[in-house]
């Protein structure tokens, strides 16, 4: 008897099985006795249909609005490895202004990356609308 994880796969496999589909010189699609009547069956080509392309979560463009909200979560959490780490001999108050000059270094990086994605994003999405009008 399978597995779960077998049972799992193998359902999976049959949800992704694609059907052939015959293509003739101008790309239409046909059926595959069409395609038998009109192309020889030595010359018809095959491909596999392919499935939508799952829509993902659109990018938002930077902000320093959502960079700040992403220190304020982050901030804590810097300070207490700060406290964790940190040297024994550091007061309280130089823990925090360690912590403070560590936020002046992530809020930029952050806002950078942010726009690098954002970059990427749009990049991606001009190159797919010109393969669309292709």
């Known amino acids: 008897m399978a597995t779960k994880k077998q049972r799992r796969r193998r ?5 992704h099985e694609w059907e052939e589909v015959y293509v003739d010189e101008e790309g239409r699609e046909l ?7 009109i192309v020889g069956s ?10 939508e392309p799952r829509s993902r979560r ?4 930077p902000s320093l609005r ?22 024994e001999e ?11 000059m560590l936020m002046l270094f992530f809020l930029p990086f952050s806002y950078f990356m942010d726009s690098l994605v954002w970059r990427s ?10 393969e669309k009008r292709k």
Do not use: C, N, W
């Not at 550091?90 to 403070?100: A, E, F, G, W």
């Open 11 to 15: 359902e999976k496999q049959h949800r």
């Open 31 to 37: 059926d595959p006795e069409e395609a038998q009547a």
């Open 42 to 51: 030595d010359e018809r080509t095959s491909r596999k249909a392919q499935p």
């Open 58 to 61: 659109p990018v938002e463009p």
């Open 66 to 87: 959502r960079t700040m909200k992403r220190g304020l979560l982050f901030f804590p959490l810097m300070l207490l490895v700060v406290f964790l780490i940190g040297a």
């Open 90 to 100: 550091l007061t309280t108050l130089q823990k925090v202004v360690q912590t403070l």
């Open 121 to 130: 994003y749009q990049k991606r999405l001009a190159k797919q609308a010109a």
